[in-house]
């Protein structure tokens, strides 16, 4: 939905919601967060994902102005209770930005839980775990998820460094960040995706130029 130039800089004064803004696919983005994954298991089964965002310095500095009401320098959660409503608020109109899928099908969250901001050493972070509305089996093929702006007004990037991690997994189980824009991808990676598009078609592999975690169990 287009959104008036008032209220989309109401939007960026807000938080999240920001990303309302109708944007070309060309466009540079304006904000930058990079996020950890962690995917939970249970009974054998694929039950959710746990997210940890952190946001770029400008956008947690406008965030965070005014919310130190006691002047003491720091964020207690109930000076940071605003923003997290606001941004949980505008983040349900875009799905939290997250895609889950198993093979072409894309499968759907129940609603999020667990959500709270926190700003340690000078970087303010976004918690939150989404559920799976339907547990999917650990050895299933195909299954995927993808966190990104489609609009690329957020640029969302996965850590450097233990961005996806698994809890409660079987014996066996593997994660793979698989990157449609990298001049090169580890083995495993190429060799799961051949697979994976082999089986249920190229669309699996990816979200278009967003990076994707592929999740794998060896069948027992």
Not at 65 to 87: A, R, S
Not at 108 to 127: D, K, M, Q, T
Request: proline share 4%; aromatic share 10%; with cysteine.
């Amino acid at each position: 939905m287009h959104k008036t130039i008032n209220t989309c800089r109401r939007l960026v004064a807000a938080g999240l919601a920001l990303a309302a803004l109708v944007v070309p696919a060309s466009a540079h983005p304006h904000m930058w967060v990079t996020y950890e994954m962690t995917v939970d298991y249970d009974n054998g089964a694929v039950t959710g994902v746990d997210h940890v965002w952190s946001f770029d310095d400008s956008y947690a500095a406008m965030a965070l102005e005014g919310l130190d009401t006691n002047n003491d320098g720091k964020y207690d959660q109930h000076e940071l209770e605003p923003l997290l409503k606001v941004n949980m608020d505008g983040l349900k109109e875009f799905n939290y930005f997250t895609v889950a899928k198993l093979g072409e099908e894309q499968l759907a969250f129940s609603a999020p839980s667990g959500a709270h901001l926190e700003y340690v050493n000078g970087v303010l972070r976004l918690f939150f775990h989404l559920s799976l509305a339907k547990p999917v089996l650990a050895d299933a093929d195909g299954l995927t998820f993808a966190v990104f702006d489609p609009s690329y007004f957020i640029d969302f990037e996965p850590e450097q460094t233990n961005a996806v991690k698994l809890a409660s997994a079987p014996a066996g189980c593997f994660a793979t960040v698989l990157d449609p824009d990298a001049e090169k991808q580890d083995e495993q990676a190429k060799k799961l995706g051949a697979a994976m598009a082999q089986q249920f078609g190229a669309g699996v592999v990816g979200f278009g130029s967003y990076k994707t975690v592929a999740v794998s169990c060896k069948k027992s």
